[in-house]
Every structure is written in C-alpha cells, then in structure tokens.
C-alpha cells in the first residue's frame, strides 16, 4: 500500500544523492584547479568529520543548530508562511539565555538553565512573531519583513553586547559577562564542543516530529501550507495555525542561540552565529522539510563543517570551500523538478524530430 | 463565402495524461463566423491555441491559402493576420488602454522611444473605424470587463488581424453587451471582410450569429456544418454524443420538516460589490432545492455565505429553526453542514497531498480518530479511506498516491465521498459534475438522491440546467444577486426558466417565503 | 559635537557610501520590474567587489578590474536567471544559496589566489579613476558635492536617468514592466518574456558587480571578506521603499545611504552607531505597513461608495 509513496521519496533521494555527488565533483575539480588532489583532500575532509571520537564529537555538536533551525525552517515552510529570519531570532535567543545566566547567577541550577532556555525560546517566539501578524493583517510578504528583521536583531544585540550589556573581563570587546558557572552545559567528550545540549535537542526533535507526524496540529500546519483555501474551507483556522507555525519556529531559533550560550561559548558574542540558521534552512529545503531527513542531513553538513577544518589544516585547501559545495548542492536541488522538465522536453523534441525524420524516410520510399 | 483561407489537417495534440486534440481536421473559410462548440474539456481551446502559435501541435499540419506552415509562436499568428480574444483577458491591468491596444508593436520616435501620442492617435482611430468606444487613457485596472474585451479585439486589430479569434468572448458579458458585441461581430465580416472564429458552448448564440459550426467532443472533431441547416437538438446530440440515457432516479416524497432557512441575506464580492442583495429560501429534509441561473450572479457568494467562506452581511440564517451567525467553515460545518466547492481543486482538495491526506480533513477534530484531538489514529483513518474508495469506486491503484494524478472525475469523487460521509443534515453542492465524465455523472447523482431518499437537505447550484431539472424537486432562478423566480419540478420547461435566468422575466416568489 | 558629525564631509560621505545601494538597488529595480525580488545582490555585489581587486592586481589596471568584475555580474546574472527564469526555481533560495556561494567562493579564492586571510590589500592594486570638474572648486558646496568622487558615483547618477528613460519611455522598458506584471499579455502579443526576465536579471548582475568594484577600488583598494556587509538587503530595502521607482529609488538609497554615512562617524567618535544603522529596515517595514494600511483603506472607501449606491 505505501509502494508509491516509498516511490516518490526514492526518486527525491536519488536526485538529493546525486546532486551531492555533482557538487563534490565540482569541488574536486575546483581542488585540481588548485594544484591540489581532490582524492587527498575528502579523505581529510572524511577523517576530519568522522575518523576520531573528537572529531566525530566536533561533528555531532555541529549539528544542534542545524537541527533546531533545521526543524524551525520545516515547520514554518511546511505551513506556508516563511521564515527566513532564523538567524536575527537565534541572535536574540542567544542574548536573552546570556542575560538570564549572568543577570541571575543565584537561581538553582536547573531552574536557571529552564528559565535561560525558555527565555530565549519566547524571545525568539515574540520576535517571529512580528512578521507573522504583519503578514495575516496587512498581507506584506514575510520573506521580506523576516530577513529585514535579521539585520535589525543582530543590529539590536551588537548594541546590547557592546554598550549596556559590555562584559568586563579580558577580550571585553563584543562579549558579555559569563554566565554562572553552574548553567553551563557540561562537555562530553575533552576539547570537542559537545554538550549536553544534544539531550536536550534530541528531545526537542521528538516531540517536533510527533507534532509534525502524528497529530491533528501537524496535518492542519501541512494542509494549510499545501492549500490554504482547502484547509480553511475543510475547518482549518488558517491564520492561527501560521501564527503558531511562525512562533514555534522563531522559538527553535531563539532556542538554538540559548545552546551556542549555554553549551560553547557560555557568553553572548556579537557574531555568535556564523549563518546557522541559513544553514539549517539548507538542511530543511534538501529534505524537503521531513524531520528524519533533517536529522541525517545535518550530520552530513555538520561533518562537512569540521571536517573542512581538518582538510585545511591537512592540505592547506581553504575549508571555505565546502561552502560552494553546500550552495551548489542547494542549486542543484532548487532546480530540480525544473531540470527534469527540461529533460523531458529535450527528450520529447528529440523523439519528435526522430520521428519527423522517419517519416519523411517513409515517404521517400 | 471566400476561398479556404486556414486548413487544420490532422491535428493531435498530446498533453502529459491527455489527449487533448485527436486528429482534427478543419477548415476556415475567409469572410465567415465560424462558431466551434463542445462541452468543458472538449479540446476547442487548445485548438485554437494551436493556431494562434501558443501550444505546438503534437503531429499534423497548418496550411495557410493552401499553403503548408508552420505557427510556432504568436509572432508568426500575427504576421499571418491572425488575432486571437483570450477567454482570460491578456491586457497588463496598470498599463494605459492605449498602451496595452499597441504592446508588441509600439509607434516609435527616433527608433528608441515609445511615442505615447501616436499611441493614443492610434488608440482613437481604431476606435472610430471600428465602432468600438474606448478612452485610450484610461487605466485598464479601472475599465469594465466589457470594455476590456472591446480592448482586447482592438489590440488584435491593430495589429493587422485578418482572422480574429474569439474564445467564450460571452461568459463574461451581459445579455446587452452580448448583443453589442455581436453587433461588431458582424459588421467586422460583413463590411470589413473579415473572419470570424468564435469558440461558445452557448447553442443559441451559435445558431444566430455564425454561418457554419464546428462540433467537438473530448478531443475528436465530430463534424462541421452550416448553421441554416442546424438546430439546438442536433447540435447537443452532436456535442454530447448519442442522447444519454438516464435511468430515471427514484425520489421518495419530501417531508414537511424545514431544515435550512434564510432569510434577507445579503453579501458582497471579492471586489467589494454587493453579490446577493436579499434572498429568501427553505429547503426541507429529503428535499433538492435547485439554484439556476447564468454564472456570476450571486451563486458563487451564497454557497461560500452558507458554509462559512465569507462574511454574510445582513439578514438571517436558521437551521432546524435555530438562528445561526455563520462565523467560519469550522463553526457551519460543526452545525451539520457539508460543503461540495464549486471548484474542486482550489477549493476541495490539495493536489499535493495524498487520497488519505485529502479524505481525512475533518476527522482530525473528531475524538474516534483523533485522541483528545490531538493524537491521529492513522490506521482507523487508512482503514475508513479504503472503505470509501470502494463505495465511492474511486479508480486508484492505491490510497498513497497524490491527488494531482488523479482524473477529474476521480478527484471529484474523492471530494464526494469525504463530504457525503460526514452524513450531515445539510449538503451544500456547488458543479458536481463539471469537467467529470459521463460515467461519473450518472454515479454522483445517484449518490445525491440516495442523500435525498435519507433526508438530508440539499442545494444544488449547477450551471448545467439539464443537472438542475433532473435532480432538483424546486428550483429558484438567481439573477444579479436576486431570485427572479421560484418553481416546482415539472412547473416550467427549459427555455421558460432562461428568461428567468437572465433577468427578463421576474416573479416575487422569491421574496417572503 | 553635532558640528562634527553634521559637515560638508558627511555629505561627501554620504555619497560615497549610498553609491554602491543605488547601484545595486538600480539593478535590483529591474528584476523586480520583471517580477524576480532578488535577494541575491549581497552575492552579487561581494563577487564583483573580490573580482574587481583580482583584475585591478593582476593587470594593473582599474579598467581591467572593472571588466573582469563585469565578466562575473554577468555570469552570476545567466546563473540566476537560468534557475529563475528558465527552470522556475524559488527566486528566494536560488537568492540564498547565490550569497552562501559567493561568501565562500570568494573566502575560497582570497586564500587561494592571494594566500590572505580575511582581507588583501596591495600598492600593486590601481583604484577607479577621481574625477573632478575643475570650475566647481570655488564653489565649496558643489566642490563637495560634484567633486573628487570615484567615477562610479557619476555613472550611478546617469544610469537613475538612463533607467528611468528605458522603462517608462521605450518600448523594451514597458515590455520589461509587462513581463512582470502579466507575462501571458507580453507572450501573446509575440514577446518573449522569459527573454524580458533574463536581461534583467544580467543587468542585474552587472549593476551589482558596480557596486562591488566601487566597494573594494572605488577609495580604500581592499577585498575583506564578506564586504558586502548586508548592502545587497539595504538594496532591496531600498527598493521597496521606493516603489521600484527609480528616482524614489535613488532616493531611498541615499537616504540609506545618509543614515550609513552619520553611523561610520558616531562610530568613531564612540557613539553607538547601530540604530542608524538599523535605520533602512524598520523605515522599509514601517513603509509597507502605511502602503499597505492605505490601500485597504482605499478599498474599504470604495466599498461605502458602493453601498450608498444602492
């Protein structure tokens, strides 16, 4: 019974599959241009993500952010409204949770852990907020608001970190106060980055998934954002479910930058985020917003983000350059059903014009 | 008659999934109006597009005065003096009315510039020859559809058309701009020595105005002939295929139990203009009320009205005597209402989605196939789809396959099924069989007698009167926004109620029930 | 203190630092006029800034800079409207993924063209021309105003008139608007309007690899990495701003522009700089809120209209 469906995904995973192997392909050849062996250069970049319990450490808390604004991607695409203001909620989630650990050092652990995340989660949650009414009140496209609104809260934060908020310690520039010790997310494995936030967003992506999956919630964010009409016409309140697909999302953001905080750099930095949330969209747009696929996909990405350290330090080629190979990938997989068109096309036009020239074979005889 | 200035000879014309045109062949003879007929999905359209260059023909040829070619794009259509009026109006609504008559081919100042008095000088002049009145400076956004339509046979005038293509120029005209517009029609063939082709599935309209007609059928050409040795029985044999016979439904007497009542009530359209101004209606338990009438006079506004689409702007609503403020879909459809849309894949369904997906909406509120409404019991959901696939004998090869590669008639039973199956004690049922085959027609109206035969309420909003008169047990007329006339079945005949439909007649049945 | 920020030099400034948005928002403009709201200027604008300082070093020559920066406009222009127009991919993550592309691409390059990391600067790099009208030197405040700017702040100002002409007084112009508003219209009268939607988006392109080259040889001859530093969104802000209109548009930027320029001096002088800088997002938010608010409005008139009517 489920044949078909299985079908579909296997034809998607085949394009996903081979527009990686395109885009590392174009990376090897951008490797030869560099005098540089490609073949030397993955097996670093392979070794570098997953040859060692450090790495692969490095790896796997690459993947928090990727994750959680992985999950807040597919959750507000998948109901037709969309946010691509992770990266300005992040930011403001990372602040509030900072704010919390060292505005009160005092509170008991956990309680201070809880109130930083929850903080940080309705911050951002409010912040996404903003584009969502904006755009059931007024119809203004939130595209726009959202990535306006990035600015504005990294913008705000940088204020923030600089001026009232202005850490005094060493390296006082750009940085707040440390939090208290207490709510810091404890390492895992020695000198690797990986915390005991992964728990935590585990948790978070199973419960997204059973919302997403299993519940009335999560057909209702699909339907709207596959019909909008069909899905208010079928009793659907629309415009309260993108609402709250739109604060769910800003919230994963706010709590991803509360998890940078709390997790690595125990401070609010004022560029705490290297774009994870444009990544995490990524990560969501291959998958096609299914939260497995965004699981095993952030692996892939984070890997390809240490991993690309290890390949520098091992072979001198830039680690930038995995960042060609991600935007390719993404081209390749955005064009898609349109390549396909155009395959079909050129295939139809080739069988015409072979059967144009069989006819006027026929017609010689 | 002239000379046959366009042969189509074995056209075909294959769609992913459809075989729009089947090995057409026609002939267009210059200086005539050439009506080509046929039903929803009947392949005239895409013959004309053809024609005009926009579709490319699987196989077959074009001649052009006898000579072989090829129309690959509108440009060449245009060179050949051929004009064609879209059924959806191509003009650039921000664009001047001047400005959209010379698009493509603007009059020039120093070869770079557009010279926009020229435009407007242009504008004028076809305007006089032609006796079409438009004010070139005028916004086409702010211009009646009447007006865009004079627009748009002007544009193809000006730019040299010979033969002018007409597609359903009357859908969206009113009976007097209809007859303006066959005014010109005439007077372009008669005194312009033009050629006229004009795509309609209106029979009347055909019989007087054009000299021959062509009938099509689900692709194929079923033959052309000339209009004088015509008439309206033979032409919808012709179209329809041989006289279907349908098996005479079996109704069981109406009961006197008043479910659905309004009264006085009064909406607008999504451009802000009153859509009913005040109707009165009642359907009682087991009883079809039909709703005749042209399309765009208030139909489309009271089906989405009674089911919670749009904002009902004075009067009142009751159902089984209560009175009822209808405030969403959700609040109408929790009072017993269920709804088949008009527009089934805009509306009634989501392509993307799979059949189950699409057979599901709804129970996600309903606690025996979602816990506390929140957790969904998918195999109680998967187990009832499949149930309803064979009832409702919905060809699939299996429930997970996505909607959009359904057939019209399978999507329309999809809909069917799920709203049906709801067994509420109203039904609202806008086009059940629009675009969908004979088969599936016979089906769907069997199955909304039987909801009949068990009590349940039914509108019935159709554009085909022949659905109207064979399942309704009443029938009101709706002329802009207003009933015009109240029957029983059997009351009236065919042609009777059209004058009812278009305003010419009007009883006060309606007001005051 | 205000005598300080607010001079003579400020407006120098602001033209100097509102040039590239107009550029970019110039190009920006025409695609939308196409219907393609592109977010991929900031990728667009930091390729034509690194390729500007590769043809400037390498050839000794700011022309040289210039074209090879035009060279990739043009190619980043195909490649979007390739995706956009011709395969029908989201204008927004073929916008995305063209700025993560372009941020490593060129990260990738400075490190592997000129072993630098995170910015290259060299005496070997030749900067735009200046250019000066020597009968306004007398006169201070044309002096400030019309001289001594990088000669992309006078082609910025010509192109405003240039578009300006081209869309609302050429025929090309108004096949460009109608490919956007209503392409079936333009198909039908013989226009090909995926052929409207490309040159757009190449112009595009092109305009945006100006800006880049006046970024990095217009004054300080220096690539940094991601130098754009948002100017491709400030475009876009600019654009809608301005009603794709190309003076309100060329206003918009300035003014952007304006709040830009007033930011790098508070900065110096210890002043937090970054709610002017915030400036063109919430003024562009608050503007499609009042558009939009009036046009309901209107509406909502017309419908009172209406009703008295009957």
Known sequence: ?365 | MGEKIIQLKGITKQFPGVLANDNIDLDIESGEIHAIIGENGAGKSTLMKILYGLNEPTSGEILFKGKPIKINNPTKAIELGIGMVHQHFMLVPSFTVAENIVLGIEPRKNKVFMDFKKAVDITEELSETYGLKVDPHLKVESVSVGIQQRIEILKALYKGADILILDEPTAVLTPQETEELFKVIRRLVEELGKTVIIITHKLQEVLSLSDRVSVMRQGKMIGTIDTKDANEQMLAEMMVGKEVLFDELEKKPISNKEILRVENIKTRDNRGLPALKGIDFNIKSGEVLGVAGVEGNGQSELVELLTGLREMEGGSLYINGEKVEPKSPKHMRDLGIAHVPEDRLSTGLSAEATITENMMMGLQYKEEYAKKKIHLDKEKIRNRTKKLIEDFDVRTPSQDVHLGNLSGGNMQKVVIAREFAFNTPILIISQPTRGVDIGAIEFIHSQIIEKRNEGCAILLVSAELDEIFRLSDRIITVYEGEITGEFKNGEITKSEIGLYMTGKHKSNVGRGV | MLSQLFNLTLIQHTIRTATPLVLAALGGLLTEHAGILNIGMEGMILLGSFFGIVGSYFFSSSLMGVLLAVVAGIIIGIIYGFFVVELGSDEFIIGIAINIFASGLTVFLLRSIFGVKGAFSSPDIVPLPKLSFPGLDNIPILNVIFNNHSIFVYISWILVALIYIYLYKTPKGIWLRASGEYPEALETVGVSSKKMKYTSSIACGVLCSFAGAHLSLGYLTLFTENMSADRGFIAVAAIIFGGANPIKTFAAAMMFGFFDALGIRMQVMGVPSQFTQMIPYVVTIIALVIVTKNHMNKIKKGKEKEEGAY
């Open chain 1, 1 to 365: 019974m489920k044949r078909s469906l299985f079908k579909d995904n296997l034809k998607y995973l085949t394009s996903v599959f081979l527009s990686i192997v395109a885009a590392l392909i174009i990376g090897a050849l951008i490797m030869v241009a560099n005098g540089r062996s490609p073949g030397v250069g993955y097996m670093a970049l392979l070794n570098g993500a997953f040859g060692s319990k450090y790495n692969l450490a490095n790896t796997f808390a690459k993947t928090v952010p990727l994750i959680l604004t992985g999950l807040a991607t597919a959750i507000s695409f998948e109901s037709g409204i969309f946010n691509i203001g992770g990266e300005g909620q992040l930011y403001l989630g990372a602040f509030a949770a900072a704010y919390i650990g060292f505005t009160f050092p005092s509170l008991p652990k956990g309680v201070g852990i809880i109130l930083a995340i929850l903080f940080a989660a309705a911050i951002g949650g409010l912040y996404a907020l903003i584009p969502a009414i904006l755009k059931i009140k007024y119809k203004i496209d939130e595209v726009i608001t959202t990535i306006m609104l990035n600015s504005v809260a990294v913008l705000l934060t940088d204020y923030l970190v600089n001026y009232p908020f202005a850490g005094t310690g060493q390296g006082k520039m750009g940085a707040t106060e440390m939090i208290a010790d207490k709510y810091q997310f404890t390492r895992l494995v020695r000198l690797s980055t990986l915390n005991t936030s992964i728990f935590f967003m585990l948790g978070i992506s199973i419960v997204m998934y059973y919302i997403m999956k299993k519940t009335s919630w999560g057909y209702d964010f699909k339907m709207t954002g596959q019909n909008e009409r069909f899905a208010k016409y079928g009793g659907v309140k629309t415009k309260k479910q993108m609402i709250i697909a739109m604060v769910i999302s800003g919230a994963l953001c706010g709590i991803a930058g509360a998890f940078e905080v709390l997790g690595i750099h125990y401070r609010f930095l004022q560029n705490i985020s290297p774009g994870y949330a444009f990544d995490g969209m990524l990560v969501a747009m291959i998958v096609k917003n299914s939260p497995l696929g965004i699981l095993i996909m952030s692996i892939f990405f984070g890997g390809l983000k240490t991993g690309s350290i290890s390949m520098e330090n091992a072979t001198s080629i830039p680690s930038e350059l995995v960042l060609v190979i991600q935007s390719i990938i993404i081209l390749f997989l955005a064009g898609e059903t349109g390549f396909k068109k155009k395959i079909k096309e050129m295939m139809l036009k080739r069988k015409k014009s072979e059967k144009a020239v069989k006819d006027s074979a026929k017609s010689a005889f």
